[in-house]
């Protein structure tokens, strides 16, 4: 395994001292502000503004509530595993550069996006609090199942999280198109760009390979439209 680890990392190292520095940095700015912990909260906000239809009757608070609430399970939490595990030696980075170093923070993650689904998927309306709407339930699934497929991919190669949490942002807003009225043609075409700008970034780095960004693309993807078909 350390020599298969070794061969990955090699080619990578040559791609990125190939790159020009401004180009780096760029990328690097990039993976921070589209890392994937972030991705939960900012498409329940996403969700929140494109299909405003669908929160008529939800008060603002309990809207922020949910938000506060799915911050605190998928961002709050993960974070706060992860700083607890270098020290303890459970990693040897924050960036988690093998996929051998991510299987510990991968199954503490599962665990906090399993609640979090849980929760919302069980929520019932009881005045004064109201049901939450179909799509937060989607993604907060497709969350769950998506964190199982790339812990699983992770034993055998590193598929790269930051294409994944890309794809899912794509399949979610593939979902509001085909439950809300509201045409969200550019919402995706949107959301493509920035998928692509993300993989493009990774790249550079030479964080993954070629296969590894596309199959978190995949995996992005397939886990929001399965859970719109689970959950229906």
């Not at 890392?35 to 603002?60: E, G, N, Q, R, S």
């Not at 497709?142 to 999280?161: C, H």
Request: glycine share 6%.
């Amino acid at each position: 395994m350390s020599l298969s680890v070794a061969q990955q990392t090699i080619p990578q190292q040559a791609n990125i001292s190939n790159q020009p520095k401004a180009l780096r940095v760029v990328a690097e700015i990039i993976s921070y502000i589209m890392h994937p912990v972030f991705f939960p909260v900012v498409m329940a906000f996403v969700i929140y503004k494109l299909t405003p239809t669908a929160f008529i009757a939800v008060p603002d608070r309990q809207v922020s509530m949910w938000i506060l609430i799915i911050g605190f399970l998928c961002i709050f939490f993960p974070l706060f595993s992860i700083v607890l595990m270098k020290p303890l030696g459970f990693i040897g980075s924050f960036k988690m550069e093998t996929a051998r170093e991510r299987t510990i923070p991968l199954m503490a993650t599962m665990i906090f996006y399993f609640w979090v689904s849980h929760a919302f998927n069980s929520m019932v309306t009881v005045r004064p609090f109201i049901d939450p709407p179909f799509a937060f339930k989607v993604l907060l699934l497709g969350n769950f199942w998506g964190i199982i497929l790339i812990f699983l991919a992770n034993i055998f190669t590193k598929v790269s999280m930051h294409t994944a949490t890309a794809g899912g942002m794509i399949g979610i807003i593939i979902v509001l198109m085909i439950v809300s009225p509201v045409n969200l043609v550019i919402p995706l075409f949107v959301a493509i760009m920035i998928a692509g700008i993300v993989g493009t970034a990774r790249m550079i780095l030479g964080a993954h390979q070629r296969g590894d960004i596309w199959l978190g693309y995949i995996i992005g993807i397939i886990v929001q439209l399965g859970a719109y078909l689970y959950t229906r």
